[in-house]
């Protein structure tokens, strides 16, 4: 089965489909570009980058993120399953829908690559600013001064889940103005 790929596209502009694979969880990124040598299919397997502190220094590390997950995005529907060794099965009935669907887009914005995301403090709570994860609707639910991390909860495949990722606090407008404003 050979399709046409969607290849790399501008930041918001999405092949027609998307699907996502579980798979053998140690065998991700080979299982990726099976896939895509083979198919043709773009094909995504998520990773985080991590702030880590070591002895006193903060260290970024690239980790597979929700290990066992593929994300294949076509501009045409996939009539037959890919066989290759590894692959489980597809999640859900096929093409992605609804919240699904906009975590792989997501996904396809960034690449596969969580890094950190922007914050902004209203009163006593951050909320996020940084619009890939607006369009999943991503909160806050906890966060870690000292480390720079914060937790955000989201929705993929029906189930919430939550990832800790490193974030930038930006200053909301109305307290650069209440800063710049002489009294």
Sequence with gaps: MRLRSSGRRPKGIYPMYAYCLFCETQ?????????????????????????????????????????????????EPISEPIRIAGIIRMLGKGELQNEDLAFAKMLYDCNGIMGTISL?????????????WQKIEGKVIKIDR??????IEFTFDQIRRTVWLGYELIQSKTEKKEITQPT
């Design 27 to 75: 065998r991700c990124a080979l299982i990726a570009r099976l896939i895509e040598r083979s198919t043709g299919i773009r094909c995504i397997f998520p990773e985080i980058i991590q702030r880590m502190w070591v002895k006193g220094k903060c260290e970024e590390k690239r980790h597979s993120w929700l290990p066992g997950y593929l994300f294949l995005y076509t501009d």
């Design 120 to 132: 902004t403090e209203v009163g006593d709570r951050c909320i996020i600013t940084d619009p890939v």
């Design 146 to 151: 000292g480390r720079k991390r914060c937790c």
